[in-house]
C-alpha cells in the first residue's frame, strides 16, 4: 500500500499546529511570562524561537520530507550509517513516553472539562474552596485512571482513521473551534471589568526578570511547544510531499503556536485581573485561581466550560501526534497495518501511563529523587531526552548531511522564495549550523545540573 500523505499543505498546516499548540502553550505559558517578566519574557522567547525553535522545525521536517519514513529509518537514512538509526528510534521512545504522562495529566483536563459541564466549578467561591476541592479530586485514584482511559481512547480513535481521515480531519474541525474559544475567550477577558489592567501586567516589560534562568525557561518552552526533539515533525513532515514548500508550510505554525501562547495568556491574565488575583499562582493556575474568577463573572458557567474545552482540545491534538512516530514506526519497519499499530500503541501508553495517573493519589509517596512517578517521567522527557533528540536531528543536518545537502533538499518546492530572499539562505546556513546546536547544548548543560 502507498503511504500516506497530507492531501495539501494547509493539511500538514493543520496537523502540525494542531501538534504544537497543546498544554504547554496555554496551561504554562500564562504562568512563565507572568512569573518572568512578561513583555521582556515575551521577548525573549522570540528571539529563542527564531535562534532555535525554527531551525530546528525544519531540520527536523527536512529529515521526514526528503526520506518518507519513520524517524528511525530517516535518521539513517539520511545519517548513512546504521548508528544513526539510534538517535532514530530514541526520538520515537521519547515521543512513546511523552504520550503516557501527557495523557495523565490531560486526563484532569478531561475531568476538569466534566466538572465544568456538570456546573460543579460553579459552586466553588473562595481559592481555599478551590484548592480543598482540586486535592480531593487528584487523591482520587478511579477519577485520574478513568479520565486517562477515556482520553487514551479518544486518540486512539482518530489515530485508527489514518493520516488524513483521522489526524488531519481531526485537526481541520478541533483547530479552528480551538481559536473561536481563544477568540471568545479573550474578548470576555478584555471587556470584563478591570481585564484591561491583565493586558497592562502582559504589555509591562520587567527586565529585571529576565534572570539566565529566565532565558533557558524560555528556551526549553520554545523546543517543547514546537512538539521538537520527539520524533513528531520528522513523522508530520515524512507525509509531505518534495513539491511543497518547507519554510512557508512550518512558519504558519510557529507563528500559531506563538498566537495561542500569547493570547492565552491575555486570556489567562485578563480574566484574573478582573476579580483582583496576580496570576502568579504558578502551574494550580488553571485549576486553583481560574474556577474561582469563572464562579464570580458574569456567564461564567460558559466561560469555564469553553475554556476547559479549549485546553482539552489543545490536548488531543497533541497527544495524537507523540503517538504517531512510534505509529509510523511499526507500519513502516514491520509492515504493521494501522489498526494493530494504533491500538498496541494505545493500549502499550496506556499501559505506561497508569503510574503517571496514580501519581497524585495511591503512588504519590513513592518517590525517586524525591520526584513522584509523573514528574520523573516529564523530567526526564523535556529536560533530557528532547534536548538530545533535537540536539541530534540538528547536528545531523547541518554537520552529518551539510548545509549545502540541506539546503539543497530546502529550496526544493521553495525556488521561488529563496530567489526572491537570498538571505533566507544565510539565515539557515547560521542557525542550523551555529546557533541551535550551541544554545540547545548550552539549555542540556544546565538542565542536568552543570551550571549550578
Ligand atoms: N507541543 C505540545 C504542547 O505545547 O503542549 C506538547 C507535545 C508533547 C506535543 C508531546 C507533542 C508531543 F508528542
Avoid at 259 to 283: E, H, N, Q, R, W
Wanted: aromatic share 14%.
Amino acid at each position: 500500500m502507498a503511504r500516506a500523505t497530507w492531501s495539501s499543505k494547509l493539511g500538514f498546516i493543520f496537523a502540525a499546529a494542531g501538534s504544537a499548540v497543546g498544554l504547554a502553550n496555554i496551561w504554562r505559558f500564562p504562568y512563565i511570562a507572568g512569573n518572568y517578566g512578561g513583555a521582556a519574557f515575551i521577548l525573549v522567547y522570540l528571539l529563542c524561537l527564531a535562534l532555535i525553535g525554527f531551525p530546528v522545525f525544519i531540520a527536523e521536517v527536512l529529515i521526514g520530507r526528503s526520506t518518507h519514513t519513520s524517524p528511525s529509518g530517516a535518521f539513517q537514512r539520511i545519517g548513512r550509517t546504521p548508528f544513526w538509526a539510534f538517535p532514530g528510534k530514541l526520538v520515537i521512545l521519547t515521543g512513546f513516553l511523552v504520550s503516557s504522562f501527557y495523557s495523565a495529566v490531560a486526563a484532569w483536563i478531561l475531568g476538569y472539562l466534566v466538572e465544568a459541564v456538570m456546573g460543579s466549578l460553579s459552586t466553588l467561591t473562595s481559592p481555599e474552596q478551590a484548592i480543598a476541592y482540586h486535592a480531593a479530586l487528584m487523591g482520587n485514584p478511579l477519577w485520574g485512571l478513568g479520565f486517562h482511559l477515556m482520553f487514551m481512547t479518544l486518540s486512539v480513535a482518530v489515530l485508527l482513521s489514518g493520516v488524513r481521515q483521522g489526524i488531519e480531519r481531526g485537526n481541520k474541525i478541533m483547530m479552528p473551534m480551538l481559536y473561536a474559544i481563544l477568540l471568545i475567550l479573550v474578548v470576555k477577558g478584555l471587556t470584563l471589568p478591570g481585564g484591561m489592567e491583565g493586558l497592562n501586567f502582559l504589555l509591562t516589560p520587567d527586565w529585571s526578570a529576565i534572570t539566565p534562568v529566565a532565558i533557558l525557561i524560555a528556551l526549553g518552552q520554545s523546543f517543547f511547544t514546537l512538539s521538537l526533539g520527539q520524533g513528531t515533525m520528522v513523522t508530520y513532515g515524512s507525509y509531505m510531499s518534495v513539491r511543497e514548500n518547507v519554510v512557508t508550510s512550518c512558519l504558519p505554525v510557529v507563528l500559531m503556536d506563538t498566537g495561542v501562547s500569547i493570547f492565552a495568556s491575555l486570556a489567562v491574565f485578563t480574566i484574573a485581573f478582573s476579580a483582583g488575583i496576580k496570576p502568579d499562582s504558578g502551574p494550580g493556575l488553571i485549576f486553583h485561581t481560574l474556577p474561582v474568577v469563572f464562579s464570580s463573572i458574569t456567564g461564567g458557567y460558559f466561560v469555564a466550560v469553553l475554556f476547559f474545552l479549549l485546553v482539552f482540545l489543545a490536548a488531543i491534538t497533541s497527544q495524537i501526534s507523540a503517538m504517531e512516530p512510534t505509529i509510523a514506526y511499526l507500519m513502516d519497519e514491520y509492515k504493521w497495518t494501522r489498526k494493530s499499530a494504533a491500538l498496541v500503541c494505545g493500549l502499550g501508553a496506556l499501559l505506561l501511563g497508569i503510574p503517571s495517573a496514580l501519581s497524585t493519589s495511591w503512588l504519590k509517596d513513592y518517590t525517586l529523587f524525591d520526584l513522584n512517578f509523573l514528574d520523573l517521567m516529564s523530567d526526564l522527557t523535556t529536560s533530557i531526552m528532547i534536548p538530545v533528540g533535537g540536539f541530534l536531528a540538528v547536528v545531523l543536518v547541518a554537520w552529518k548531511w551539510g548545509i549545502p545537502n540541506a539546503l539543497k533538499s530546502l529550496r526544493e518546492g521553495s525556488e521561488a522564495l529563496f530567489a526572491e530572499r537570498p538571505w533566507i539562505a544565510d539565515y539557515f546556513w547560521f542557525t542550523l549550523k551555529y546557533s541551535a546546536p550551541v544554545l540547545i547544548l548550552f539549555v542540556f548543560l544546565n538542565a542536568i545540573g552543570i551550571f549550578y
